[in-house]
Nanobody, 128 residues
Framework: QVQLVESGGGTVQAGGSLRLSCRAS????????MGWFRQAPGNEREGVAS????????YYADSVKGRFTISHDSAKNTAYLQMDSLNREDTSMYYC?????????????????????WGQGTQVTVSS
């Protein structure tokens, strides 16, 4: 089994930055994709970004391109989401996901349910 624990959420002023971390534990050898999605109250889930843990190819939602950067540290089994130029529309609960089955990592942008391991989430609030 794989466990995902997110950290790094909080409150930041518009224009500021935050870095989210997601540490994977348990049987992590099979993880091929990690990513982040977000969901605010009353809104649908939105895939934000994903990364192949081996090849490091990345995928981003149009709403965050140029502002967010996803990365992965294999030695630490940890994925990161660097979020810059935050605005109020980025306020949401952010969830880390991982997959150890054969999927396209870009699935984060179409159907987050293709990822079979989910974290508990971390809140990001952007104030004006």
């Amino acid at each position: 089994q794989v466990q995902l624990v997110e950290s790094g959420g909080g409150t930041v002023q518009a224009g500021g930055s935050l870095r989210l971390s997601c540490r994977a534990s348990g049987y992590t050898a099979g993880i091929n994709c990690m990513g982040w999605f977000r969901q605010a109250p009353g809104n649908e889930r939105e895939g934000v970004a994903s990364i192949y843990t081996l090849g490091k190819d990345t995928y981003y939602a149009d709403s965050v391109k140029g502002r967010f950067t996803i990365s992965h540290d294999s030695a630490k089994n940890t994925a990161y989401l660097q979020m810059d130029s935050l605005n109020r529309e980025d306020t949401s609960m952010y969830y880390c996901v991982a997959s150890d089955v054969a999927i396209e990592c870009s699935a984060i942008l179409r159907n987050v349910f293709e990822y079979n391991h989910w974290g508990q989430g971390t809140q990001v609030t952007v104030s004006s």
